[in-house]
């Protein structure tokens, strides 16, 4: 958008043929407005869109997270079941259950349905903790003390790392869904992610962090 | 304002702070060498600059020992470690922070160091005695709230600079009026300095106050209730803390605000008046309530009395 460019330079009397300098001058100015809006959204496209790079690495950050923590839980588990077989072998249909759920988590293909399958499984394990309840030598025994303790922490961190991976997928889903980003989404591929294991949108949200209000907490 | 908003803003006054530190020494130089002469410039500046860049990059350690804050593994603390994993995890931090514990009766806690790598958050044994799993989770998520939002390095700088400007103000004036004692009069250079210190140390632990705002610490606590999910759990804990009136055997003016509460306690005198005016941290009560409306509850003691 510069606009000095030599306008007076008296070629129009010399050459008649050539369309007078103003002429010229104008198209000159025309393509730099052009060049420069070109510019200016070229921009603001790699603008955008290293921001969706940079929310879509965080949620696959998110989810390694959360997927770390699945795995050592499906590790656990069969030593849990062989802690408890040891005293109480004929519990069997809490094995089965317990074992299904571990299969499930193991073949489940992306966050949604690993949510379930992990839902299913730390309702299996509370079930077998519950039927622990009847034998003292067992719930006494060193080795399932430290299981009991390790699969606790797992969901401990599991609970953890989903509520940041929502956040972020909630971030992001909202950023490639509004309207400015939607048009860069669309053209460089980015999808929506999947939740893990949320009963509604609305939780992904909350708490909202206000960081302009003197300590006015956002609803 | 966003996260990044307030990480850069963390930014800029890390660097604005790291600027008045040596301008406040280069001016303390220029008046040492117009009364006395030779190169105190130059000596003078070039103290503060190595003290700066060190403090820019060991400043955890400082902190670390002037507080007592020693490292501690998973097998001594496992509930502390775990809980500054679970918060790590929660906050999205690429690494979990160190762990520290200070032996220390009186329940407190705080982050320091520079990037969210070398950062560390250190935790009183009087708070592991105190408090619960849910409440000590919800305290070290305000602290990991700290080192996410970015402010621990420039709390961590603060700390230390200040710390020192104290320090000098405290050796200077010893010096001059009692050090001198042998020589008739003292030594004017360090009676200059002396002064001038004495003049300084108050207005850069005012510094603090205007560097660093209440409003972090209400940003802490929000960042702990998005982390853990349970902004009762840190009501508790701050109702807990407030309760308690030990004060920290190694706390001072320079450090206080690194903590998650106000670590001067109940003191009486010139101190407990100055309290209000100098005030690192928003009361207590504020906070509890503050959190009571971001949760939609109320605990069962009455907030405010």
């Known amino acids: ?219 | 304002m966003t996260l990044e908003e307030q990480v850069r803003s963390n930014r800029i006054r890390s660097a604005m702070l790291l600027l008045s530190f040596g301008l406040v020494f280069v001016g303390i130089g220029a008046a040492v060498q117009a009364v006395y002469g030779g190169a105190w410039l130059i000596i003078i500046a070039t103290i503060a600059f190595v003290y700066a860049l060190i403090s820019w990059f060991a400043n955890g350690k400082m902190i670390a020992s002037w507080t007592g804050a020693r490292p501690v593994t998973k097998g001594e603390y496992p509930e502390l470690v775990r809980a500054v994993e679970n918060a790590s995890i929660g906050a999205g931090l690429a690494q979990t922070p160190q762990v520290r514990v200070v032996d220390d009766p009186s329940p407190n806690a705080f982050a320091a160091g520079g990037s969210p790598k070398s950062a560390y958050i250190a935790a009183t044994s009087g708070l592991l005695g105190m408090m619960d799993k849910r409440e000590l989770e919800a305290v070290v998520a305000h602290e990991v709230g700290h080192v996410r939002n970015r402010d621990v390095r420039l709390m961590s700088l603060t700390a230390v600079l200040v710390g020192v400007v104290a320090l000098v103000a405290d050796i200077s004036l010893r010096l001059a009026f009692f050090g001198g004692g042998r020589r008739r009069g003292g030594n004017p250079i360090l009676m200059i300095i002396g002064i001038v210190m004495l003049i300084l140390a108050p207005i850069a632990a005012f510094g603090i106050q205007m560097s660093l705002s209440r409003r972090r610490e209400y940003l802490a606590d929000e960042s702990s209730a998005e982390i853990t999910g349970d902004p009762e759990g840190l009501a508790m804990a701050l109702w807990k803390l407030k309760l308690d009136t030990t004060e920290l055997r190694h706390a001072n003016r320079a450090t206080a605000h690194l903590y998650i509460e106000t670590p001067l306690n109940n003191t009486s005198g010139v101190r407990s008046a100055l309290s209000g005016l100098f005030a690192t941290h928003p009361s207590l009560d504020s906070r509890i309530e503050s959190l009571e409306k971001m949760g939609g509850f109320q605990l069962p003691v009455p907030a405010g009395q």
Not at chain 1, 50 to 74: F, M, P
């Open chain 1, 1 to 219: 958008m510069r606009g000095g460019e030599p306008a007076s330079t008296g070629g129009a009397k010399t050459n008649p043929a050539r369309p007078p300098p103003r002429i010229i001058a104008g198209i000159v100015i025309f393509i730099y407005v052009i060049a420069g809006v070109v510019v200016l959204i070229a921009i603001w496209i790699v603008l955008i869109f290293n921001h969706l790079i940079r929310l879509g690495n965080e949620a696959k950050r998110g989810w390694s997270n959360i997927d770390v923590q699945l795995k050592r839980r499906t590790d656990l588990i069969p030593n849990l079941v062989e802690a408890v077989k040891g005293y109480a072998a004929h519990e069997r249909q809490v094995f089965e259950e317990v074992t299904a759920a571990r299969t499930a988590m193991q073949q489940a293909s992306g966050p949604a349905q690993a949510g379930e399958a992990n839902k299913q499984a730390t309702a299996a394990i509370g079930r077998l903790f519950a039927v622990s309840e009847a034998y003292p030598a067992l719930r006494a025994s060193e080795n399932f003390q430290k299981l009991q303790d390790e699969l606790t922490d797992t969901e401990d961190k599991i609970a953890a790392a989903r509520r940041y991976y929502n956040q972020t997928v909630y971030q992001y889903n909202t950023r490639i869904q509004s309207f400015p980003d939607l048009i860069v989404a669309k053209l460089g591929g980015f999808h929506e992610r999947e939740f893990f294991a949320l009963d509604s949108p609305a939780e992904a949200a909350l708490p909202n962090v206000d960081f302009s209000g003197g300590g006015a907490p956002a609803k």
